[in-house]
């Protein structure tokens, strides 16, 4: 029973970040060019699924913002997912294991993209 509730907490959490991310920021971000952006993480095991969230976040914010604008199961959602695997695989360290669903990977990536942005004071 916790363990379930803790997947109605990160879930929760998710969907508020998708929600605070989307009313923070009308527009998405410019496309980066040239070398990926240094990302060192936090260093912490606990935190990997976070810390490649944010990493993905960093290197193609356009795409991450392409997931969080997306509807979930859309096209225009498999079309983000395909962009962005290749860059979050990129930020999983050597030996590093990740694991969740798409829903908790939106959640995450909006988080990110809150950190990375930087969410302004009272939103729009």
Do not use: H, Q
């Amino acid at each position: 029973a916790c363990a379930k509730s803790g997947a109605k907490a990160m879930a929760l959490r998710g969907a508020v970040a998708e929600r605070v991310y989307l009313d923070s920021f009308a527009t998405p971000p410019a496309d980066l060019t040239g070398d990926p952006v240094p990302f060192t993480g936090s260093g912490e095991t606990g935190l990997i699924d976070w810390d490649v969230t944010r990493c993905t976040a960093m290197r193609d914010p356009l795409g991450a913002d392409m997931l969080i604008r997306s509807e979930l199961r859309s096209d225009a959602e498999k079309a983000a997912i395909k962009r962005l695997a290749p860059i979050l695989g990129g930020c999983v360290i050597m030996g590093g294991k990740i694991g969740f669903d798409r829903e908790r990977m939106r959640g995450l990536v909006a988080e990110g993209l809150l950190k990375t942005r930087g969410a302004p004071a009272g939103g729009n």
